[in-house]
């Protein structure tokens, strides 16, 4: 896989993952909008980074563990709503990877192997698979006011 295919990937991802966390517990996300680009470029960079040099099991983790240190150390949260903003972001970027990319192979005349193969069609398919549907729920959940209220012990 070229390098600025996962580089074009795993900035906008990470944007995107955070984004939806914050609209889906309620929290600020113009009062923080410079604080989120700063994580998504210093995630975005540590996945970039894992992808390129680290081809084992042991990259989710490291990209699951950074993602929970960026948001304890930029936003300063609580331990346990830091927990709560990374599962639920990689369970969104789970569940529309396994579901959209399934979807997307059987409705286009494109195999797996032509999708993994050629950069652009990979990041290309990230946008239409992941990254847009994601903004779309974020977005539809912002305008009708749902959130999921945070216990508590841990709200600021």
């Known amino acids: 896989m070229s390098w600025y295919s996962y580089l074009f990937m795993s900035l906008p991802e990470t944007f995107v993952l955070l984004v939806v966390a914050f609209v889906l517990f309620g929290l600020p996300i113009k009062e923080k909008l410079k604080s989120i680009l700063l994580f998504a470029v210093i995630q975005?960079?540590?996945?970039f980074i894992f992808s390129l040099y680290m081809q084992n099991s042991l990259k989710?983790?490291?990209s699951l563990l950074s993602f929970y240190l960026l948001i304890w150390l930029i936003f300063r949260y609580h331990p346990l709503i830091s927990v709560m903003i990374t599962l639920t972001s990689y369970l969104f970027l789970v569940i529309f990877e396994l579901t959209l990319t399934f979807s997307f192979i059987q409705f286009y005349p494109i195999s797996y192997e032509e999708l993994f193969a050629d950069p652009w069609i990979r990041i290309a398919a990230s946008f239409t698979m992941v990254q847009i549907p994601i903004l779309l729920?974020?977005?539809?959940?912002h305008k009708l006011h749902w959130t999921i209220r945070l216990p508590a012990f841990v709200r600021r």
Not at 44 to 47: D, E, H, L, M
Not at 137 to 141: D, E, H, N, R, S
């Open 44 to 47: 975005g960079a540590f996945v």
């Open 137 to 141: 729920i974020a977005w539809v959940l």
């Open 60 to 62: 989710p983790f490291l």
